[in-house]
């Protein structure tokens, strides 16, 4: 699976983005999709993550409520839109696809091989 993340720019506090995740390859529609972030001089962390049929997500404490990440198979496209964001969600984002297929959820980065290039977020106070 080769993925390739797009949709990052300047936003002020308060406002939205949507940060799409193209992926190659015939097997996307099997595979847990998961957000994570690194800000700079953090360490890379959990976002968000959705199941293989969209049936489920799961989102870090710091996001919910706020972020919405959703899927169409069809297109072979992971989504992740942002609102109310902070300062604080500045970061390079990242889309990642798990090591299993038809697997549930899952927020730990290393059960993720596959992973696009990253995006850079950036919200001004």
């Known amino acids: 699976v080769q993925l390739q993340a797009s949709g990052g720019g300047l936003v002020q506090a308060g406002g939205s983005l949507r940060l799409s995740c193209a992926a190659s390859?015939?097997?996307?529609?099997?595979?847990?999709m998961g957000w994570f972030r690194r800000a700079p001089g953090k360490e890379r962390e959990f976002v968000a993550a959705i199941t293989w049929s969209g049936g489920a997500t799961d989102y870090a404490d710091t996001v919910k409520g706020r972020f919405t990440i959703s899927r169409d198979n069809a297109k072979n496209t992971v989504y992740l839109q942002m609102d109310s964001l902070k300062p604080e969600d500045t970061a390079v984002y990242y889309c990642?696809?798990?090591?299993?297929?038809?697997?549930?959820?899952?927020?730990?980065?290393?059960?993720?091989?596959?992973w696009g290039q990253g995006t850079l977020v950036t919200v001004s106070s």
């Open positions: 990642a696809a798990d090591n299993q297929y038809y697997s549930g959820i899952n927020s730990n980065p290393n059960a993720y091989p596959y």
């Open positions: 390859g015939r097997t996307f529609g099997r595979h847990t």
